[in-house]
C-alpha cells in the first residue's frame, strides 16, 4: 500500500516563503501523473499545480502561475512545491496525490485534466496559513 506524508506547511507572512514535499513509501508503482491540491474552509479542493514525472510537464492552475513551482525526484520519491510571494487568499490545507496514469485524460479528439476524485492516493495533508 502507498504512503503519502507532506511537511513543511505552516504559519508565514504575507509575500513570505513556504516549500511542501510529499515524501512517498510503500509498495512500487509507476507514477505518470503527480499533483498539489488544496482546500481552504468552505470551498471545494482545488487543483494546484501537476507534473508527469518522467516527462516533467508541468500545469499550474492561473492562481499561482508565477509564484509556485511543482518538482519532482525520482530518487528520492519525493514531490515538491516552491511557494513564493504568498497570499492570504493561498490559506488552505494542501494535499499531495498521485495516481499510475496520466495528469491529462483524453476525451475524444480532446482531454481534460484528471479530477480531485479520480487520484489513487493521497496524503493527509498539511496546513498552510498566510497572515497579512
Known amino acids: 500500500q502507498v504512503q503519502l506524508v507532506e511537511s513543511g506547511g505552516g504559519s508565514v507572512q504575507a509575500g513570505g516563503s513556504l516549500r511542501l514535499s510529499c515524501v512517498a513509501s510503500?509498495?512500487?508503482?509507476?507514477?505518470?501523473?503527480m499533483a498539489w491540491f488544496r482546500q481552504a474552509p468552505g470551498k471545494e479542493r482545488e487543483g494546484v499545480a501537476l507534473?508527469?514525472?518522467?516527462?516533467?510537464?508541468?500545469t499550474y492552475a492561473d492562481s499561482v502561475k508565477g509564484r509556485f513551482t511543482i518538482s519532482r525526484d525520482n530518487t528520492k520519491n519525493t514531490l515538491y512545491l516552491q511557494m513564493n510571494s504568498l497570499k492570504p487568499e493561498d490559506t488552505a490545507m494542501y494535499f499531495c496525490?498521485?495516481?499510475?496514469?496520466?495528469?491529462?485524460?483524453?476525451?475524444?479528439?480532446?482531454?481534460?485534466?484528471?479530477?480531485?476524485?479520480?487520484?489513487?492516493?493521497w496524503g493527509q495533508g498539511t496546513q498552510v496559513t498566510v497572515s497579512n
Open positions: 496525490a498521485l495516481d499510475g496514469g496520466g495528469c491529462w485524460i483524453q476525451v475524444g479528439r480532446d482531454r481534460r485534466r484528471r479530477g480531485s476524485h479520480e487520484y489513487n492516493y
Open positions: 507534473i508527469d514525472p518522467v516527462t516533467t510537464t508541468t
Open positions: 510503500g509498495s512500487p508503482m509507476s507514477v505518470r501523473c
